[in-house]
């Protein structure tokens, strides 16, 4: 059976729910419940509760919801909050992430109401979590550290080395398995020492995940039979049945297929019993395949039928689709091409359905290779064509995954060393920490600024040499291209001083804010500081876009912009424009109104047409007041497909209408709230909307707002 270049599903996620042991005597519990009341009796619910989260979770559910129901009547706070706990840890135990999250959301509602701070602790190492299964790793880690931070103040070392463990998974998830290794290392140092099974058990499958990313089977066989011992003395399933899944991939991976059977059924006969049903689709599925490998046809058929029921059962639909498509391979291979076609038709249907990438692109392969191998060759080239398609979309998304990777990395990298304050000994060392890293990012944002300056005006002076040079060996032409040198030169030299205007402010007003904050730090409140570094954002910030312009205008000046023309969805580039500049929006309290039709398409370049949209948006909140609106509309006309961006705010003089995208007039000018601004970005989407062949029109009226429009062909 060929296997999909981008299957979903993985060998196994080693433990992903980290919780510290607990040492609550359930039947003693239980024993003094039967005679308990008021919040003594919600108390102990929601300890017993806790307590059966991995051995019994329908018990742990029973009783939260009880003391829930407990802590409505008393008006307990502190037992709601415990009681939504519970229900999150059983959710994300059985890998139920989404559920998971409603339920510690509710919990972390509750516990900010509270001054309890190991349960807030508990809590926002849960929000850490499941933030992290979402792959928001930047919320991931700010919860993950303030749980240290609370886990610190209250010197709780079980509740530290728990989150440890999901500092190290983190990193793990951002490739950087040398740091994750490492953090694991310390972590079962200290279990060892402590003679901690619970923890061992814990640390040591994670280590062997490190081990098997690294691809050193043998170390991560040796820690998996490390963590099934442990697992065993303090009777944890979840951690065993990780570890024997794990063992199976490995001996898999070795083609030792009796020991990975062996290792699989132990895993599936505990998340059987525990109702780990994720878990347990993701065993059935890697039987299957194994079975499908030793030509097993029908006994890799019967574990697929049971994969599929599991991820239908959670409502797993990629995960679904990706088993379908693959016991579609196995009824071919048996013979059987009806069977074959019904499941590889039913996987397009679900992935059309729920716009999957993945399960297209392998749908289509898959039903290339069954109507070629029926001599169907017009079917065949019709899904050979789709598969092309969404694999070029799939390496785009790739590509775009490993920029927000990135991306992330660089956010969490100033995330953790803003942080490292958390661990200083005393207040003078988390001062200097303090300062010396606000410094240190106020000297990479200047030089980064420079540094962009400094290749901008490389590239704009390349060209008037190229110029220059040009006329030289033109002799006969000298005089005109003379005058247009000149005019050229009297055009940029504006634009500069324009430019220079523009960026000399925000410059001075950088300078001034670090100079207050480096020469009186000591005699600034706490608030003024945050003002003080809220100012030197803002204005970065409002650097770094009008930077971002100038950086795109150059290389559009030097013809290093192309445009890549493809049919584009207009709406799909609209909410996503407005999905970014949504909050700018919601601090001047404007209201956005979207008419845009979801079915119009246009010929253009995706990136382009991106930043046309943003400029506008950009612009029309800068100019409405508070409290305004902005209009977006679509109107299809006899070959083209007009977008008009429409404000009710100051508006622009008939005098300046003419001079709107001509940059050798100054139309800087502050936006209702003192935004800044040079008009740089108005002067890119006209150039841009022209490249692709369209048309860019404003109309405006003095305190009545204007209206930019553009036209592209569809």
């Known amino acids: 059976m060929k296997r999909f270049a981008f299957i979903l599903f993985s060998f196994f996620t080693f433990l992903q729910v980290l919780f510290p042991q607990e040492e609550l005597n359930t039947d003693s519990l239980e024993t003094v419940l039967k005679t308990a ?79 309890e701070k190991y349960h807030k602790g508990k809590i926002y190492n849960l929000l850490g979590i499941v933030y992290r299964e979402e792959m928001n790793y930047v919320k991931s880690l700010e919860y993950q550290n303030q749980a240290i931070a609370i886990f610190k103040e209250i010197k709780d070392t079980n509740e530290i080395c728990g989150n440890m463990h999901n500092l190290a998974i983190l990193h793990g998830r951002m490739n950087n398995g040398y740091e994750a290794l490492k953090i694991y290392t310390e972590i079962i140092k200290i279990e060892i020492a402590r003679n901690n099974d619970y923890g061992i058990a814990r640390t040591a499958n994670n280590i062997a995940g490190a081990f098997v990313n690294s691809k050193k089977p043998d170390l991560a066989l040796k820690y998996f039979k490390i963590a099934v011992n442990s697992s065993k ?133 898959l039903l290339y290779t069954l109507y070629k191998s029926k001599n169907q060759y017009k079917p065949a080239m019709e899904h050979i064509e789709k598969y092309n398609y969404f694999m070029d979309s799939l390496r785009i998304l790739e590509k775009e995954n490993l920029q927000l990777e990135l991306q992330t990395k660089f956010e969490i990298k100033d995330i953790e060393n803003a942080n490292t304050s958390l661990i200083a000994k005393n207040k003078l060392q988390q001062k200097d920490i303090l300062i010396q890293t606000r410094q240190k990012y106020f000297i990479t944002i200047i030089s980064l600024l420079i540094l962009i300056i400094a290749i901008i005006l490389f590239f704009i002076l390349s060209k008037l040499k190229n110029k220059n040079n040009e006329l030289s060996i033109k002799n006969e032409k000298i005089e005109a291209q003379s005058l247009e040198l000149k005019e050229i030169n009297a055009t940029k030299d504006k634009f500069f001083s324009i430019i220079a205007h523009d960026l000399k402010n925000p410059f001075q007003s950088l300078i001034g804010i670090s100079e207050i904050i480096i020469d009186d730090y000591e005699e600034i409140s706490p608030k003024e500081q945050l003002n003080l570094m809220r100012q030197l954002n803002t204005s970065s910030k409002s650097t770094y876009n009008l930077l971002e312009n100038l950086l795109e205008w150059s290389m559009n000046q030097t013809g290093r912009i192309i445009p890549q023309i493809v049919d584009v969805t207009i709406s799909e580039i609209i909410k996503s424009e407005i999905e970014k500049l949504i909050s700018q929006a919601t601090a001047k309290n404007i209201s956005m109104i979207i008419n845009v039709d979801k079915t119009f398409t246009v010929k253009a370049d995706q990136n382009m047409l991106s930043l046309v949209i943003r400029n506008f948006i950009t612009n029309a909140i800068k100019f409405t007041p508070t409290g305004g609106k902005i209009e977006i509309n679509s109107i299809k006309e006899k070959d083209s497909i007009k977008v008009e961006i429409k404000d009710n705010g100051v508006g622009i003089p008939s005098s300046q209408l003419e001079n709107i995208f001509k940059f050798d007039v100054d139309k800087s000018q502050q936006g ?11 002067i890119l989407c006209k150039e841009f909307i022209e490249k692709l062949n369209g048309k860019v029109n404003v109309e405006s009226e003095i305190n009545k707002g204007s209206c930019f429009s553009f036209t592209l062909a569809f």
């Open 233 to 365: 003395k303090c009777k944890n399933p979840n951690f065993e049945s990780s570890a024997y899944h794990g063992m199976a991939t490995i001996y898999e991976s070795n083609r030792n297929t009796s020991e990975a059977l062996n290792y699989y059924n132990k895993a599936i006969a505990i998340n059987t019993k525990f109702g780990f049903h994720e878990f347990l689709a993701n065993n059935y599925f890697n039987v299957a395949i194994l079975y499908y490998n030793m030509n097993s046809i029908d006994k890799s058929i019967e574990f697929f039928d049971k994969a599929r029921a599991l991820n239908k059962q959670t409502n797993n639909f990629e995960n679904y689709i990706s088993v379908t498509n693959q016991e579609s391979y196995a009824y071919q291979r048996k013979g059987n091409y009806d069977k074959s076609f019904e499941l590889a038709n039913e996987a397009l249907k679900l992935s059309t359905e729920i716009n999957s990438l993945i399960g297209l692109y392998n749908s289509h392969f």
């Open 672 to 682: 209702t709230a003192n935004e800044k601004g040079s008009g740089l970005g108005l």
């Open 37 to 115: 009341t008021g919040v003594h009796r919600i108390n102990l619910l929601t300890d017993i509760s806790w307590e059966y989260k991995y051995n019994n979770p329908d018990k742990a559910i029973m009783y939260a919801n009880e003391a829930i129901a407990a802590s409505k009547k008393e008006n307990y706070i502190l037992g709601m909050a415990l009681a939504y706990k519970s229900k999150a840890a059983v959710n994300i135990i059985k890998a139920d992430y989404a559920q998971g999250k409603v339920y510690i959301l509710e919990a972390a509602k509750y516990i900010n109401k509270t001054n």
